[in-house]
């Protein structure tokens, strides 16, 4: 049996308040409509009667969430975070590895006989192309399933290899 002390260890100084509603994490944003069943075990904890009378509900114009809406806003698992970050590790290095494997062909690109001002937009092309890949195939994704959002990642992390920096190295 537990004592009243250690009851109070588990409370908080106003649990009992019947203003306070216990919501989880994924409820409904500031201002929109209360669920029945939650108001209704509010009511009747303050004492009001039974569910739904002298109930004022609060309404923004908002719809009531669907459960397949609160299951579409959870957001990405863990695992789906971290696949992202190793992504963008990779564009990361994709970036780093175009800026010195094109600096390395822009100075080839002298003895070639190409203008400098053909050779510095590709050149800056080049080294903005895997973080203009990153963020569209992110913003442009943003509504769709999560494979397909690492579907065109991946497609990207191929096509965008530094092949300048594969092939030539940094000439050290």
């Known amino acids: 049996m537990s004592t009243p002390r250690d009851d109070d260890a588990l409370s908080w100084a106003g649990d009992d308040d019947p203003t306070l509603v ?3 994490d994924d409820a409904a944003p500031a201002g929109a409509r209360v669920d029945s069943a939650v108001t209704g075990r509010a009511d009747l904890e303050a004492g009001r009667g ?3 009378s002298n ?4 309404e923004s114009g908002a719809p009531p969430r669907e459960a397949g809406e609160a299951a579409a806003s959870t957001g990405l698992s863990s695992a789906a975070l971290i696949s992202l970050g190793v992504l963008g590790g990779i564009y990361l290095l994709y970036t780093i590895g175009w800026l010195i494997g094109g600096l390395r062909v822009h100075g080839l690109s002298g003895l070639l006989g190409v203008a400098s001002s053909v050779s510095v937009p590709v050149l800056v092309l080049a080294v903005a192309a895997p973080a203009l890949w990153f963020t569209a195939a992110f913003v ?13 990642l991946i497609a990207g992390a191929v096509l965008l290899v530094p092949w300048p920096f594969a092939t030539l190295g940094t000439g050290l």
């Open 22 to 24: 216990a919501g989880s």
């Open 140 to 152: 442009l994704t943003r509504s769709s399933r999560a494979w397909v959002r690492f579907a065109w």
């Open 50 to 52: 039974a569910a739904g």
């Open 55 to 58: 109930r004022d509900h609060i």
